[in-house]
Antibody
Framework: EVQLVESGGGFVQPGGSLRVSCEASGFTFNTYEMNWVRQAPGKGLEWIAYISAGGSTMYYADSVRGRFTISRDNARKSLHLQMNSLRVDDTAVYYC??????????????WGQGRLVTVSS | EIVLTQSPVSLTLSPGERATLSCRASQIVGTSLAWYQQKPGQAPRLLIYDVSHRATGVPARFSGSGSGADFTLAISSLEPEDFAVYYCQQRSLWPGSFGGGTTVEIK
């Protein structure tokens, strides 16, 4: 069974740092591209970061570029999002999402359960 | 950037009724269009990809259609578990974008 289990996140003051992680199981992690998607309270979905299967290519949304870093450890089947210089408007639930599995082209076929990140003074 | 506009914003229906949700793109996206379902406190779930292909385990009452820039998600007969928020997503133009969502509420 494919599972993505997230950990980390929490509460931080503006300007602080947090890390969210995503542990994968039930599939060959190192053959899948992965993403982070966030959702502010009561709002819609926003893609924020992508990493290639091998970990050599990363892309970011303009809203987080230069502050967030996506990474992966294929040996440990884990995905990470390091968030620095956090702002109040980064407050959201953060989801990891697998891309393109089970023939779904390049859509997100499995998602983690989400972790809440709250940035407030 | 491709903007996806979903309509209506909310839809109030009774179990057993048919639901029809719309997603309109600001430019042509071809077949690179998906639909997700999200229930309160849960992660989104992929329902439909490439316009009309149901994801694994998705009931046949869910169907997707459309072409170019106009797409529809239909739920033929609403079950109690179908009341949720539905998002469309395009991946035609990197990195993709999501619509604002349609809430399907119980009457």
């Amino acid at each position: 069974e494919v599972q993505l289990v997230e950990s980390g996140g929490g509460f931080v003051q503006p300007g602080g740092s947090l890390r969210v992680s995503c542990e994968a199981s039930g599939f060959t992690f190192n053959t899948y591209e992965m993403n982070w998607v966030r959702q502010a309270p009561g709002k819609g979905l926003e893609w924020i970061a992508y990493i290639s299967a091998g970990g050599s290519t990363m892309y970011y949304a303009d809203s987080v570029r230069g502050r967030f870093t996506i990474s992966r450890d294929n040996a440990r089947k884990s995905l990470h999002l390091q968030m620095n210089s956090l702002r109040v408007d980064d407050t959201a639930v953060y989801y990891c999402a697998r891309e393109g599995g089970e023939g779904t082209t390049n859509f997100y076929d499995y998602w983690g359960q989400g972790r809440l990140v709250t940035v407030s003074s | 950037e491709i903007v996806l506009t979903q309509s209506p914003v909310s839809l109030t229906l009774s179990p057993g009724e048919r639901a029809t949700l719309s997603c309109r793109a600001s430019q042509i996206v071809g077949t690179s269009l998906a639909w997700y379902q999200q229930k309160p406190g849960q992660a989104p779930r992929l329902l439909i990809y490439d316009v009309s292909h149901r994801a694994t385990g998705v009931p046949a009452r869910f169907s997707g259609s459309g072409s170019g820039a106009d797409f529809t998600l239909a739920i033929s007969s609403l079950e109690p578990e179908d009341f949720a928020v539905y998002y469309c997503q395009q991946r035609s133009l990197w990195p993709g974008s999501f619509g604002g969502g349609t809430t399907v509420e119980i009457k």
